[in-house]
């Protein structure tokens, strides 16, 4: 007989982005589900992966992180948000971004824990805090800016706060945190043992001159703060599932205990290539405006459209209210869209625990012109 397992998440399914991207395959429909670009990553770091290979690089790597990758980190973290990290005790390499979400909660959290999260919240993070016995407290963010009520937060914290969950550019609506939000935060966790994990995977897509808020630029935010990061999201390749942590060193120490016995050590001729290519700044400081264009020209093809964007300033998503249009779910208008229609989009429902539905749908703009153009004329239909 066989044994009976016992659900670590009894309630999860399968990711929303899986589910929305097989149906678009199945329908050969225009995929702005999932966030993924559809156009081609540089061919210098293509060559400088290959380089590595043929040079022999091709053996296990320090489990931190080859040493040059991580210092060119620092460097950069230096220049950006002026702040000296260490390259050997604070940075590690880790698969993705999502990987080093996982460990920085699993590092820190104990059974009965509880997690500040702000919803919509990216799908990981629910499943992660509660797969380590953790609770996760839900604090909605206020629609349609999706700003922080901090007065809310401030309600919210008890005893057991274990640590505040932050995402800036925020997936999936692209809102960022303000300089007025750094301050509500810094107040909040001011003499207090809470922690802070903030996702800045989307750390150079920010459009309209606005500024990036790292947790790395305040040293009293950073002192308690696994701060994570994604090599995908920034050089176009997010099928290699590279990215980063940086922590001060106490928390690190702690993150690379459960690092050790997980992943152990990443893709070696990747980091070598990815050391090399983060000497040329302008590759990731260019990003900005690059992305900028695109959100700019979904935008205004989708004038053409019954539907109404709400505001993004960061991230390669933007969501759409489908209110003059439908009625209907936003998972049911999403799969019907991708039936009839032919464009896959991703329902902001799937990141709220109780299904919040504003009848806003996700659209990811990190596309070729023609991708977007294509998938405009058959919204144009609706
Ligand atoms: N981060 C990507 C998104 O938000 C999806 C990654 C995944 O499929 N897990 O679309």
Not at 98 to 111: N, S
Not at 150 to 175: C, E, F, S, Y
Not at 241 to 269: D, W
Not at 297 to 324: A, E, I, N, V
Request: net charge neutral; hydrophobic share 40%.
């Amino acid at each position: 007989m066989q044994p009976a397992i016992t659900s670590k998440l009894p309630t999860a399914g399968i990711t929303i982005f899986t589910e929305m991207s097989v149906l678009a395959n199945e329908h050969k429909a225009i995929n702005l589900g999932q966030g993924f670009p559809d156009f081609l990553m540089d061919d210098q770091l293509v060559a400088l992966v290959n380089e590595a290979m043929q040079q022999g690089h091709n053996q296990y790597v320090h489990m931190n992180g080859l040493k040059v990758l991580r210092e060119r980190i620092a460097e950069k973290i230096s220049t950006l948000y002026t702040n000296n990290v260490r390259p050997d005790t604070e940075i590690t390499i880790t698969p993705g971004g999502t990987y080093a979400i996982y460990t920085a909660l699993t590092a820190i959290l104990q059974p009965g824990d509880e997690v500040i999260v702000f919803e919509p919240a990216y799908d990981c993070y629910i499943p992660t805090i509660e797969m380590n016995g953790a609770i996760p407290v839900l604090v909605p963010l206020v629609y349609p800016n999706y700003s922080i009520d901090w007065d809310l937060v401030k309600q919210k914290i008890t005893t057991r706060t274990k640590l505040i969950m932050l995402n800036t550019p925020h997936n999936p609506t692209g809102a960022l945190l303000s300089t007025n939000d750094i301050i509500a935060l810094q107040n909040i966790v001011k003499n207090t043992g809470i922690f802070i994990l903030c996702d800045e995977v989307y750390e150079h897509l920010i459009f309209d001159g606005k500024k990036h808020e790292s947790m790395l630029r305040y040293p009293d935010l950073y002192e308690r703060s696994f701060v994570c990061f994604s090599f995908g999201k920034v050089y176009h390749c997010t099928g290699w599932k590279m990215g980063y942590c940086v922590a001060p060193t106490a928390l690190m120490k702690e993150f690379r205990k459960i690092h050790q016995f997980n992943c152990f050590s990443c893709n070696s001729p990747v980091q070598y290539a990815l050391a090399e290519y983060l000497k040329q700044k302008d590759k990731y400081l260019q990003l900005g405006t690059f992305l900028q264009q695109k959100r700019d020209y979904l935008l205004q093809l989708m004038k053409q459209t019954k539907f109404k964007p709400l505001p993004s300033y960061g991230s390669y998503f933007q969501l759409y209210s489908y209110k003059s249009i439908s009625h209907e779910s936003e998972k049911d208008f999403a799969v019907r869209l991708t039936k009839e229609y032919g464009v896959a989009t991703i329902p902001a429902s799937a990141f709220y625990k109780n299904g919040q539905d504003n009848k806003v749908l996700r659209f990811c703009f990190a596309k070729k012109e023609s991708t977007l153009e294509e998938a405009v004329n058959r919204l144009m239909k609706l």
